[in-house]
């Protein structure tokens, strides 16, 4: 309705306001009087809708303030990713880190625990847990796992914490008891004397401490013990724990060391089976708490000591120690056939005294190619030249190792790559080992993954359990089969799958019989 602005005093004479009607009549006359009333009204109606119009504009200013408010409140509240969501970004996240040993990702190979998401605050917390503390590439993941998270478009704060699993070998309950918070123990062997094997073990093994693992040294030499001439501790002597009849290590720089040398009576003079009952004394009753690596410096020779710690000990690998010379070569090639049968991997040749540097030229006194020769031969994959140096043959007579003495020089960064390789083969054969043979129950067959390869294949469990050829299944003087085919339910499943050696595992069945098998 349109209205007429008005004054106050209004025109004596008779206003008409007419409307013409269907019949062409008049519809009505208003007098001033009547008018005034009319615009009272009017403007009275008029105000009426004002003020209606005032409190419905205030009212909706009123509604739409509380909602933007409330809607701001729920905005900044609320978080901006499901607690389910943000867990698997910062998985897929960490997806794109692949281990150089392992050939996957960090995620797949179970590195990463204790992950906690804030996702309000944007914060992202996980541990990695790698195989060693002495892992070559833990500064590349710490550095690679802030960088990928960080990238996340809600995460603002990442927290990434760096740990090493538990000292444990992958088979600790077929150990004896003192071995069995060791990770890993690796020999260092040549089988023929005079060639420089202690030199290698020494200070291979407080290169490994170096890079921050817990490590040991064992002597086993007993006929002409080393570490006492290598090393110089304070405390000279082993001591006995009464108590539990246990030996307590002698401790260099933080290196646990065990030898005969250490016993108090020198060199030994004794035979053989006396000399294995020694070994394995020292060895087992030692109490070496938790170990990254036991470092065995191997006697000479391929006798009654070897094929006992082959026996005693489950060996995680073998380093061979060489000279150029050929003779060197033969003994060598001896040492690696014996733990080729003994399921040992060898996985790096040392040729120390290779050469030495001198007017600026390069000498090879001794020839050159055994160590060559050896790794050609037996396929084992890595050589590390040693060079003449005065300063290395002195270090091992002043007690302090040369990587000690020089961590900066030449010899010290050959026994640095020399480490960063015993750790990368040790984890690798860990691997391989923990996972060669496993039980997939969703389809019921035994898998086997094969060594160096993506390719795997599948056993039905009952054709496993019939295929046992030990004495309990087959007469060991006729070969007639005890154990017959309908003996084994077709749907039978296996308890238990354990690894035992590098190359063997254990398999427990519901009959109670536990079958072993090489793999």
């Not at 990463?112 to 833990?138: H, Q, W, Y």
């Not at 019989?513 to 090489?518: E, M, P, S, T």
Request: glycine share 8%; with cysteine.
């Amino acid at each position: 309705m349109q209205l007429l602005q008005v004054g106050p005093t209004f025109p004596k004479t008779p206003f008409l306001i007419s409307k013409s009607s269907p019949n062409g009549g008049v519809v009505g006359i208003l007098s001033s009087k009547k008018l005034s009333l009319l615009y009272d009204t009017n403007h009275s109606l008029a105000s009426s809708h004002r003020h209606e119009r005032c409190k419905w504009a205030s009212l909706n200013q009123s509604i739409s303030s509380s909602i933007s408010t409330k809607a701001a409140s729920v905005d900044a509240g609320a978080p901006a990713i499901s607690p389910v969501t943000a867990e698997k970004d910062v998985l897929a996240a960490l997806s794109e880190i692949i281990d150089p040993d392992f050939g996957t990702d960090i995620v797949s190979c179970g590195f990463v625990k204790d992950m906690n998401i804030d996702e309000s605050m944007g914060e992202v917390s996980f541990r990695l847990e790698l195989t060693t503390p002495a892992c070559p590439v833990k500064d590349m993941f710490e550095e690679k796992a802030n960088e990928v998270v960080a990238k996340l478009p809600w995460v603002k704060n990442v927290n990434v914490t760096m740990s090493a699993q538990p000292a444990k070998p992958v088979f600790a309950e077929q150990v004896p008891m003192g071995l069995r918070t060791i990770s890993n123990i690796v020999a260092v062997s040549s089988c023929k004397g005079g060639v420089g094997k202690s030199t290698v073990a020494v200070n291979l093994a407080f290169t490994l401490a170096g890079m921050g693992a817990r490590v040991g040294i064992f002597d086993a030499d007993v006929y002409g013990p080393s570490l006492p001439t290598m090393v110089s501790p304070e405390n000279r002597l082993l001591e006995m724990n009464p108590e539990k009849r246990t030996i307590i290590p002698v401790d260099y720089l933080g290196v646990k060391l065990v030898s005969f040398g250490f016993a108090g009576e020198g060199r030994a003079i004794m035979r053989g089976p006396m000399v294995s009952g020694v070994i394995n004394q020292l060895l087992t009753t030692a109490e070496w708490g938790e170990l990254d690596y036991l470092v065995i410096d191997m006697p000479p020779g391929t006798g009654d000591i070897h094929l006992t710690l082959c026996q005693v000990v489950p060996l995680s690998a073998a380093v061979i120690v060489t000279t150029p010379q050929k003779l060197s070569f033969i003994d060598v090639a001896k040492g690696v056939r014996m733990f080729s049968k003994l399921k040992v991997p060898c996985i790096a040749v040392v040729e120390n005294m290779c050469h030495f540097d001198a007017d600026g030229k390069r000498h090879y006194p001794f020839g050159r190619g055994s160590g060559s020769q050896v790794v050609e031969q037996f396929g084992i994959p890595h050589l590390f030249d040693l060079p003449i140096r005065p300063t290395l043959s002195a270090s091992g007579d002043s007690g302090i190792p040369e990587v000690v003495a020089d961590p900066q020089g030449e010899v010290s960064k050959t026994f640095q790559e020399l480490g960063v390789c015993v750790v990368q083969q040790c984890a690798k054969i860990r691997q391989q080992v923990s996972t060669a043979v496993t039980y997939d129950k969703s389809i019921k067959a035994i898998r086997v993954k094969v060594p160096d390869s993506d390719d795997e294949f599948l056993l039905h469990p009952a054709t496993v359990r019939r295929n046992d050829r030990s004495a309990q299944s087959v007469d060991e003087w006729t070969g007639e089969q005890k154990l017959k085919y309908n003996d084994v339910p077709e749907d039978i499943e296996p308890e238990d799958i354990r690894p035992m050696g590098n190359y063997a595992v254990s398999i427990d069945w519901p009959d109670g019989f536990c079958q072993c098998f090489l793999v």
